[in-house]
């Protein structure tokens, strides 16, 4: 696996190693110790999670302000826009935020940290998402930080309106929001 950093020190985009030949293509999805090394320290990953989309649905920004979740994102089929916003008060970056398009084809992945909304945009016609948690889904804790807050600045790469889930809608502001340490 080879890091590509990003704007934010602590997100990093992940380029695994294919091998490919007139048969197709191989590569490790997952590797532990080659992730650890990665993310610089442990991690756990307790839950796997897997979304399809169609063209223009724009999911997030979501986090859990208990049982924070730290993800390794990644696209199967399609692509998508992959957006983690910093909420960590106490961080350099807070209300930062850093992008990649991730694709089956380019078969990036992106480490998001515990600390971080985290959204995407489907730019193919379809687009299949997996990710993995560092912790279990909380609805109770679950949160939305507005996709459009001007405070954010996001350059969501869009072609009209995007298709949104209501709650998406009426995520909080920034300002509003409720953060991290």
Known sequence: M????TAIPDVVAIEPQVFGDARGFFFES??????????GREVRFVQDN????ARGVLRGLHYQVRQPQGKLVRVI???VFDVAVDLRRSSPTFGRWVGERLS???RRMMWVPAGFAHGFLVLSDWAEFLY??????????????LWNDPALGIAWPLEGEPVLKPRDAAG????????YP
């Open 172 to 179: 909080a502001r920034l300002a509003e929001a409720e953060t």
């Open 132 to 145: 993995k948690t560092t912790d279990y889904w909380a609805p109770e804790h679950e949160r939305t930080l």
């Open 77 to 79: 089929a399609g692509e």
């Open 104 to 106: 089956a084809e380019n």
């Open 50 to 53: 897997h979304s399809g989309s």
């Open 2 to 5: 080879k890091a590509i950093p």
């Open 30 to 39: 997952w590797n532990l110790r080659g992730f650890d090394a990665i993310a």
